[in-house]
Nanobody, 124 residues
Framework: QVELVESGGGLVQAGGSQRLSCVASGRSFSTYALAWFRQAPGKERDLVAAINRSGGRIYYADSVKGRFTISRDNAKNTVYLQMNHLKPEDTAVYSC?????????????????WGQGTQVTVSS
């Protein structure tokens, strides 16, 4: 069993930056692919970014390319999401997710492990 715990959310002004962290408990963190999803009120949960187990393959949604960076530190069992040039439309609950097998997946149903989520609010 893997437990994921996010931190780093909060209120930020448009144009600002924020870094989210997700720490995993349990073994075999380095064998998991990890991702950040977000869900705004009244909308579906969408994939924001994903990283494979080695960090050598990364995916970004078009809406965040060039502004967000996903990274992982396997020694610390942690995945990060650095968010720059934030926009009000980035406001959402951000959740980290993990899946065994090591390869990136694009649908939330493909991830077995989830954090509780952290609210990010970008004011205009």
């Amino acid at each position: 069993q893997v437990e994921l715990v996010e931190s780093g959310g909060g209120l930020v002004q448009a144009g600002g930056s924020q870094r989210l962290s997700c720490v995993a408990s349990g073994r075999s963190f380095s064998t998991y692919a990890l991702a950040w999803f977000r869900q705004a009120p009244g909308k579906e949960r969408d994939l924001v970014a994903a990283i494979n187990r080695s960090g050598g393959r990364i995916y970004y949604a078009d809406s965040v390319k060039g502004r967000f960076t996903i990274s992982r530190d396997n020694a610390k069992n942690t995945v990060y999401l650095q968010m720059n040039h934030l926009k009000p439309e980035d406001t959402a609950v951000y959740s980290c997710a993990g899946r065994a097998g090591g390869d990136i997946a694009y649908w939330s149903s493909q991830y077995a492990y989830w954090g509780q989520g952290t609210q990010v609010t970008v004011s205009s």
